[in-house]
């Protein structure tokens, strides 16, 4: 599917033209996440998830295409986020009460934004899909749910078929049409591997930090200079890291060593006992703050020298 979208003709009706958070500089086919989603949905019919998921994830498929193709507004685009995390967070109201279903609906509806935020570098997201869903297989299959574990890793390997493509050079990116689906995917299944017990609350934050603190952090920051941060912009780390020099190839191999290492460190926890496990947290939280601080101040210092 993805091979026809590169060489077919909708590949020159859904392009990716540069724009100031781009890091491309000529228009590049952008419908790969109808592939990625072709895939999920493939491997889906033989598995047979929870009814809400299918429809969520048709919503969010739809829109997100709507949005590739006529740029729609985010006025139309965050209620439907809304919509696709209520439909699922309604299936959870068995085991879990109102302020907690609160607190998953806006979870799942930053980690839907925060994926396609994070979608700007070749292979970026992609190698997030590959590690982030083939661990939480992993996880599955360890806890003795292999169906669980069957979700998850159908959706890791669309991800290792994707980089086949959009592995620098890329020559088709996902769009929202993946990005949007894939971070709804990595909150659902996060949020019900926990209340299903297959992980502790902690296991989907570790798995995908690499993108959730980069995002967040970056957003913050852009709020506290009371920037917008729905605004187009290239201050993401991983952004930077591309533009003094790294490129997509190493930023992307850096990065695949940073989710190989968080994805690990978490599976190892997940036996281990409490007081370990809020170690291994504290750790990864000292190890993203020193990382930021330290970059932050060569940033600055090469902004500086570059202006004088």
């Known amino acids: 599917m993805l091979w026809w979208l590169v060489k077919g003709g909708l590949s020159r009706i859904v392009l990716d033209h540069p724009n100031p958070r781009s890091l491309h500089s000529t228009p590049v086919p952008r419908a790969g996440g109808l592939g990625l989603m072709f895939g999920v949905f493939i491997s889906w019919l033989l598995l047979l998830p929870p009814w809400p998921l299918w429809v969520a994830l048709t919503l969010l ?29 309604a299936s959870w109201s068995d085991a879990a ?26 292979g970026l997201a992609g190698g997030m899909t590959l590690f982030g869903f083939g661990f939480y297989g992993i996880a599955a299959w360890i806890a003795g749910d292999p169906a669980f574990a069957l979700l998850s890793a ?15 050079p890329a020559r088709i990116f996902m769009g929202d049409t993946g990005s949007i689906p894939l971070g709804f995917l990595a909150a659902v299944l996060g949020i019900a591997g926990y209340l299903e017990s297959v992980w502790p609350w902690w296991f989907p934050l570790l798995v995908f930090s690499p993108f959730i603190a980069d995002a967040s952090v970056t957003l913050l920051k852009r709020a506290l200079r009371r920037k ?3 605004q187009a912009h290239r ?32 599976l190892w926890a997940i036996r281990q006992d ?10 990864w939280g000292v190890i993203y703050l020193l990382a930021m601080i330290i970059f932050d101040r060569y940033w600055a210092s090469r902004q500086q020298n570059a202006s004088t």
């Open 235 to 266: 201050e993401h780390y991983y952004q930077r890291l591309v533009q003094i020099g790294w490129g997509h190839r190493k930023t992307a191999w850096i990065e695949y060593a940073l989710m190989l290492a968080a994805g690990a460190s978490a």
């Open 61 to 89: 498929i739809a829109i997100s295409l709507l949005d590739d193709i006529y740029s729609v507004s985010p006025v139309w685009r965050l209620p439907a986020h809304f919509l696709a995390a209520l439909i699922v967070a």
């Open 154 to 168: 159908s959706v890791a390997t669309t991800g290792l078929a994707f980089l086949l493509f959009n592995f620098h």
């Open 228 to 230: 917008k941060i729905w």
């Open 97 to 122: 009460g109102v302020v907690l279903l609160a607190l998953y609906v806006l979870a799942t509806v930053w980690m839907t934004n925060l994926y396609n935020f994070m979608d700007g570098s070749d």
């Open 274 to 283: 409490a007081p370990l496990q809020l170690a291994l947290l504290v750790c």
